[in-house]
């Protein structure tokens, strides 16, 4: 069974850190990797892109500067590394995998985590 197995999620104060992991049962090789997240009542929206090259990445504008996604093809798992979090920031996240070059947002994911909560609260 193809699947998207997420882990490190939790509670952290404001202007804490937090590093979510995502590993899959596939080999990762050809597909974009993304983070996305939905906060209660909203509706789920793109964090962080990478392109199956790695070489593009792209961020929803309240995460620039504070959020760096990543990928180790080798372990089959994608990163996201979050710094300087904020209350806005609680929601639950969630990894995605798309066949292709790029992310197409998240109607577009062939493959989903689980979620993990992160809650950003003192």
């Known amino acids: 069974q193809l699947q998207l197995v997420e882990s490190g999620g939790g509670l952290v104060q404001p202007g804490g850190s937090l590093k979510l992991s995502c590993t899959a049962s596939f080999e990762l090789d050809y597909y974009a990797i993304g983070w996305f997240r939905q906060a209660p009542g909203k509706e789920r929206e793109g964090v962080a892109c990478m392109s199956y090259t790695g070489e593009k990445t792209n961020y929803a504008d309240s995460v620039k500067g504070r959020f760096s996604i990543s990928r180790d093809n080798a372990k089959n798992t994608i990163y996201l590394q979050m710094n300087s979090l904020k209350p806005d920031d609680t929601g639950v996240y969630y990894c995605?995998?798309?066949?292709?070059?790029?992310?197409?947002?998240?109607?577009?994911?062939?493959?989903w985590g689980q979620g993990t909560q992160v809650t950003v609260s003192s």
């Open positions: 995605g995998a798309e066949v292709g070059y790029y992310c197409s947002g998240p109607a577009g994911q062939d493959y």
